[in-house]
């Protein structure tokens, strides 16, 4: 498609990007649009730099790379360079949504979609202010390398999403209810599920205490394992972080013991959602990467580049926000894999603990907090009263030892809002997720 300069490695990035997003407050349109951006990212290897360019004139992507090769120093060896013999050499298209393609749904339909929820939020007093928002992505991308690489997928999500405010005889709680996935069809039949969702919030607004504080053993929900495993471990796992750092590199020494017998943490690039990436933005095909395997530390995510620096293998973990940006280590689909528990099994067995149902939000490196949104007591082995906790908190590597159960289903999650934040790249579409999981000596406050 492209003449590739004499002895340099060169890779051309396409991409073309299309956004629906329409929002009502209040039952009040504020926004219906539709975009689209074309644009290309081309990187050019000499064996000493890189040079790189943007742009969104892709019909002259072939004078962008004639421009950068002049700044370049040719090299005869240039293929032989340990960086750009670990560049994969993949061809072929591999389309995921020609059957649901999302660019085939109407906007009117998309909107129809979105008012069918409104009785839903406007017949329920408690609701002192609501959001409902339809968001969706779809992007197709082309890869093409010097090397020989010659590659076409597409990734999409679309979504439906409330938003709300409750005001309860004083009492004040922000919920929600969202629904990601990769097929529109599945978004016309939540009644049920946004229903109930609004039931358990204001029940739980009526009811809810605050916690005495204190270590307690905690029950993870999914969506809080998720954002655990993301924040704490996935983050750390990044093998740029690590470049250049001994004592990270010592902390971080794999075949190293890091948490419980029957923990297993892994990044994988082909699970449908908002983690979905075939293809990382180098060409390496996605893979299924053991971060911790049976709690001993077993892997770690690359680029081509780390990849090298470190003498391990690219796991397809390169990704860039946009065409605008290069390529960075960044996570797919994080999660926890299944143990062999029930839920109802972990639950039963603790006498007197937590169980953290929704949260807010998450972080952490060495130390996380999580700020639950949705919690209840546990005693005696069953669900009890709900209550308002602030944060849980704990050291990384010391709750990664306490994990002592883990259920046997798994969630992976998507999300349509926000993302992962790295650098000046954010926010970037990823999954997350897994079981329940059980933690001792949680400080709760």
């Known amino acids: 498609m492209y003449t590739f300069p004499k002895n340099l490695y060169t890779d051309v990035r396409l991409e073309d990007a299309s956004v629906s997003e329409i929002t009502y407050q209040n039952g009040e349109l504020m926004q219906n649009l539709k975009r689209n951006h074309k644009g290309g990212f081309i990187r050019i290897f000499d064996g000493q730099r890189w040079y790189y360019s943007s742009t969104t004139d892709i019909d002259n992507i072939q004078e962008e790379i004639n421009r950068l090769a002049l700044m370049a120093k040719e090299n005869e060896n240039i293929m032989n360079n340990p960086v750009v013999k670990k560049f994969e050499v993949n061809e072929g298209e591999f389309f995921q949504f020609k059957e ?33 928002i339809y968001i969706d992505r779809k992007t197709t991308k082309e890869f093409y390398s010097s090397k020989g690489a010659n590659l076409k997928f597409d990734y999409q999500t679309c979504a439906v999403v409330y938003r709300y405010s409750l005001n309860i005889d004083g ?15 599945e978004l016309k039949s939540l009644q049920e599920n946004l229903e109930k969702t609004l039931e358990r919030d204001i029940e739980y607004t009526k009811a809810a205490k605050p916690i005495t504080p204190g270590k307690y053993t905690v029950i993870f929900a999914p969506i809080a394992t998720g954002v655990f495993t993301h924040e704490s471990f996935g ?19 794999i075949g190293k013991k890091v948490g419980a017998d029957n923990l297993s943490i892994v990044d994988k690039g082909d699970i449908l959602g908002s983690g979905f990436v075939p293809f990382d933005d180098e060409g390496t095909k996605a893979n299924k990467t053991y971060l911790i395997k049976n ?30 940006f290069e390529p960075i280590v960044r996570m797919t689909s994080t999660y926890i894999e299944a143990g062999d528990k029930t839920k109802e099994e972990l639950i039963s067995e603790v006498k007197e603990g937590i169980l953290i149902k929704e949260i807010n939000h998450g972080s952490g490196m060495s130390t996380f907090t999580i700020a639950p949104r949705v919690s209840y007591m546990i005693r005696n082995g069953k669900i009890a009263e709900p209550v308002n906790i602030a944060v849980v908190s704990g050291n990384v590597m010391e709750t990664l030892h306490n994990i002592d159960g883990i259920s046997d289903e798994v969630e992976i999650l998507s999300f349509s809002l926000g993302g992962c934040g790295k650098f000046e790249q954010w926010p970037l579409p990823v999954g997350m997720g897994g079981p329940y999981i059980r933690v001792n000596n949680i400080t709760v406050q």
Request: aromatic share 10%.
């Open 171 to 185: 009492k004040t709680f922000d919920g929600g209810y969202d629904k990601t996935t990769t097929n529109f069809n």
């Open 235 to 253: 983050h750390k796992s990044e093998a740029d972080f690590m470049v250049g750092d001994e004592a990270m590199m010592k902390e971080w020494t």
């Open 100 to 132: 649901n393609d999302i660019l085939k749904v109407s906007q009117d339909d998309k909107l129809e979609l979105l008012k069918s929820y409104f009785p839903l939020v406007t017949n329920r007093k408690e609701i002192k202010m609501w959001k409902a």
């Open 295 to 324: 709690g001993i530390l077993s892997g770690r995510l690359h680029s081509s580049v780390t990849a090298e620096s470190l003498k391990e293998n690219p796991t397809g973990n390169a990704r860039a926000l946009n065409f605008e």
